[in-house]
């Protein structure tokens, strides 16, 4: 009798507890894309409003605002220093805490020889339109390069959180032919736009 009573409040508790430890990711990680947003913001305060670099290869004397490799066990998943060091990354001089470039949902973990584990340190991603000309996925697009260029602030976003299987290099890709830089893939969840504002939906 006293199993049975058990096994029916678990029942009850543990649904209450999921949903609660998700609504907490999920403002954790829309806390994450205000700060993102923030830096994003500054930097182009203190650079005559061009906006910060998103690039697959990064440029050592103007570096993208993380820097960035390809998806696995690759430093730019795994070494803090392409997220927090100066030299490599323009939002190191505003954020300092690695935390804010992971969702923290996210629960990837590289294996490593001897059965070391590495978590993966970044989630997010930069539309790929924000990319001065001569990058961006399929060559032929337009490229925001100040913020001035965006006349669609609350329909355009900056920062994405990718589904773990696609991350890859920081900046997002959007299929050709895209109809607007503010489309995206529907099964990713969290956004932030150029108004400051976050956004999630369910995958």
Partial sequence: MVIAIIAILAGLLLP??????????????????????????????????????????????????????????????????????????AFAKYL?????????????????????????????????YITPPGGGSWGTQYHFRRGTDMLRPSNTFVFIDVEPGSMCYTPFRIQAPPPSPSRFDESLRYVSYLSHHAACGEP
């Avoid at 470039?101 to 539309?127: D, H, I």
Wanted: charged residues 20%; aromatic residues 8%; hydrophobic residues 30%.
């Fill in 96 to 128: 300092r805490d690695v935390k804010v470039y992971k969702c923290p949902a996210e629960t990837t973990v590289f294996k490593r020889p001897g059965g070391k584990t590495v978590p993966k340190l970044r989630s997010y991603s930069m539309n790929d």
């Fill in 16 to 89: 209450a507890l999921a949903r609660a430890k998700a609504k907490a990711h999920q403002i954790s990680c829309m806390n994450n894309h205000r700060q993102l947003g923030i830096a994003w913001t500054f930097y182009q305060d203190d650079n005559n409003g061009n906006l910060p670099h998103n690039l697959r290869q990064n440029i050592s004397s103007n570096p993208s605002w993380v820097d960035s490799t390809v998806h696995g066990d690759t430093p730019g998943m795994s070494d803090p220093n392409y997220l927090i060091d100066p030299r490599r990354a």
